[in-house]
């Protein structure tokens, strides 16, 4: 559920006008809405209430934003983070660094130097040379780090396979069939504290049953880690839960269904569950809105071109991802249409064929389910600037990232001067 809705033929965010906002900030611009995450850490927490002190990391990835980071390090959340700029955002935004779990295959000695001078709560390990780096750089400051392994459960998401993690194939995870050697050369790196295991399979999971089939490997590890003598107190079962995007589409299990399979699978573990949400807090949260420039006849079908595009909202380019597409003011009829961005690819294509509101020139759209994986893959393509941010609470809202000028772009290169001009 979310709290974008029509009023009086109009659809605002929580008590704010979407037409109000695309005036006074233009267009493309992502807006947010506080009470919707406040609505999904709670869904998801409630999910979980049978489970005692579960550590809820939102995965930065899916929505840096200080302000969006801000408003769920008030409600208690702790972060995942995979790099050194998400872990500073993190707690630049007050996350506590006893709350932040550092995942990816790829830290660098400098990023695992800055988290561990910040003291976070876990690494979690991919590969066997990362533990002997972290080993050698937890050494160097006088301080042993607290690790899990990532395992790879070889299980197929049966998601996207660009957004799927946990099969052998994949660059994620130590490989579940070589944990055990894995785990014991970990416990002879004295800059190590081996704590924990990890998981994460893949993301916008619709089915729980390979959540659940690798969430079974992880209590099967746990049981012969701790029978060959390594204490392991923690289980990070990572994020994944997918969101409704298409509604004609079954919805996808709710938190309160995940919930439920998580403490049946995990009952009796003897460990602190650790939780990496990204998509399921923040994803129905945000729409893009966007003005349509021109409608162009196609050969089957309009081209409606609005302007925003494939470097503002990645999904549809890159997954062929579906998110609808609603008029801000729908003049109540609908027809087949495509809708398209300005940028030069045939890429740049949100829809073909879809049935929608009809729109004309001028009218705003907004891309619904976009607060996840939306604004922080966006990119300058085309040289186009960064897309702002809005967060709306209640009837107030407010720019949480501006729209930097063309000018930015430009002074940003460095023209030497044996280039000339
Ligand atoms: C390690 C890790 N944890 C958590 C997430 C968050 O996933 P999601 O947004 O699907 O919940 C991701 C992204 O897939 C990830 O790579
Ligand atoms: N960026 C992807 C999800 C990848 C998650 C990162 N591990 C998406 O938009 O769906």
């Not at 001078?117 to 590969?127: A, R, T």
């Not at 969101?243 to 403490?263: E, F, K, N, W």
Request: aromatic fraction near 6%; glycine fraction near 10%.
């Amino acid at each position: 559920m979310d709290h974008f809705d029509y009023v009086n033929g109009a659809m605002q965010v929580e008590q704010v006008r979407l037409d109000v906002i695309a005036d006074a900030v233009g267009t493309p611009v992502y807006v947010y809405s506080t009470a919707t995450l406040e609505r999904h850490v709670s869904v998801f927490r409630d999910g979980l209430r049978a489970l005692d002190n579960p550590l809820i990391a939102f995965a930065v990835k899916a929505n840096p934003n200080g302000a969006v980071l801000a408003t769920l390090a008030k409600l208690g959340l702790g972060a995942d983070v995979v790099s050194g700029g998400e872990l500073l955002r993190a707690i630049a935004a007050g996350i506590p660094a006893d709350r932040i779990v550092f995942s990816g295959v790829g830290k660098t000695a400098q990023e695992m130097r800055l988290a561990l001078e910040q003291g976070i709560y876990q690494f979690n390990l991919e590969s066997e040379p990362e533990a002997e780096m972290l080993s050698e750089v937890a050494l160097s400051m006088g301080l042993r780090a607290p690790v899990a392994y990532r395992i790879n459960p070889d299980v197929d998401a049966g998601t996207h396979a660009k957004i799927s993690t946990g099969k052998s194939e994949n660059k994620f995870g130590i490989p579940y069939t070589h944990a055990l050697e894995s785990y014991a050369a970990a416990r002879d790196l004295p800059g190590l504290d081996v704590q924990g295991v990890a998981v994460h399979i893949g993301s916008q999971l619709t089915d729980l049953a390979p959540l659940e089939a690798a969430f079974t490997k992880v209590g099967a590890l746990i049981e012969q880690l701790r029978a060959a003598g390594h204490d392991i107190r923690t289980a990070d079962l990572g994020g994944g839960l997918g969101v409704p995007y298409d509604p004609s589409q079954p919805l996808p299990p709710s938190p309160a269904d995940y919930g439920a399979m998580v403490c049946r699978v995990t009952q009796g573990w003897p460990v602190r569950l650790m939780f990496e949400p990204g998509r399921v807090i923040v994803g129905n949260a945000g729409a893009l809105l966007s003005r349509v420039v021109r409608v162009k006849q196609g050969a089957q079908a309009p081209f409606v071109i609005v302007d925003a595009a494939m470097n503002d909202l990645m999904r549809p380019s890159l997954y062929d991802a579906w998110h609808d597409i609603r008029a801000v003011k729908p003049a109540g009829t609908r027809a087949t249409a495509n809708v398209v961005g300005p940028v030069c690819e045939t890429g740049d294509t949100f829809a073909m064929h879809r049935d929608m509101d009809v729109v004309q020139a001028g009218d705003l759209v907004a891309f619904m389910t976009a607060g996840a994986y939306g604004a922080t893959m966006a990119g300058t393509y085309n040289s186009r600037p960064l897309t702002p941010e809005v967060l709306v609470s209640g009837d107030q809202w407010a720019v949480v990232r501006a729209r930097p000028p063309v000018e930015a772009l430009i002074e940003a290169d460095i023209i030497p001067d044996w280039v000339g001009r």
